[in-house]
């Protein structure tokens, strides 16, 4: 049985846009095996960016386009709950890097990420 994987905001990106080349073979292999989810948080970290002009495309439209590519899902996590896990975090001042592990690491899953202090904090990230 397949497991599920988050995804980390640059992931969801790069997906969206189509630059498979910035993945690694087996994080491709990972989500095409894998059910795929995003935390909420993403989403509001592709808000700011989008309001930031670093995406032009609004955070709705990427979510939607991969929810019909790839299957992607929306975690349905409740806030107060990831919050509560993200305040045992200690090891990064990024609210969006805490919230975001936070989140997987409350349903027991795997995140891809480039993140390198991510990699390094997070028992369960994945980048190779």
């Given at each position: 049985?397949?497991?599920?994987?988050?995804?980390?905001?640059?992931?969801?990106?790069?997906?969206?846009?189509?630059?498979?080349?910035?993945?690694?073979?087996?994080?491709?292999?990972?989500?095409?095996?894998?059910?795929?989810?995003?935390?909420?948080i993403?989403?509001?970290?592709?808000?700011?960016?989008?309001?930031?002009?670093?995406?032009?495309?609004?955070?709705?439209?990427?979510?939607?386009?991969?929810?019909?590519?790839?299957?992607?899902?929306?975690?349905r996590?409740?806030?107060?709950?990831?919050?509560?896990?993200?305040?045992?975090?200690?090891?990064?001042?990024?609210?969006f890097?805490?919230l975001?592990?936070?989140?997987?690491?409350?349903?027991?899953?795997?995140?891809?990420?480039?993140?390198?202090l991510?990699?390094?904090?997070?028992?369960?990230?994945?980048?190779?």
């Amino acid at each position: 049985m397949a497991k599920i994987i988050h995804l980390d905001t640059h992931v969801v990106v790069w997906l969206y846009s189509g630059n498979l080349d910035l993945l690694p073979a087996s994080v491709i292999d990972a989500i095409e095996t894998n059910g795929v989810e995003f935390s909420p948080i993403v989403e509001l970290e592709l808000q700011y960016l989008y309001e930031i002009k670093r995406l032009s495309v609004k955070p709705r439209t990427i979510i939607q386009a991969l929810e019909d590519e790839i299957g992607l899902k929306r975690c349905r996590s409740g806030l107060g709950e990831i919050v509560s896990e993200a305040m045992k975090i200690s090891w990064t001042r990024d609210p969006f890097d805490s919230l975001i592990v936070s989140c997987a690491s409350i349903n027991g899953c795997r995140l891809v990420t480039k993140d390198e202090l991510i990699l390094k904090h997070y028992k369960d990230a994945q980048w190779t």
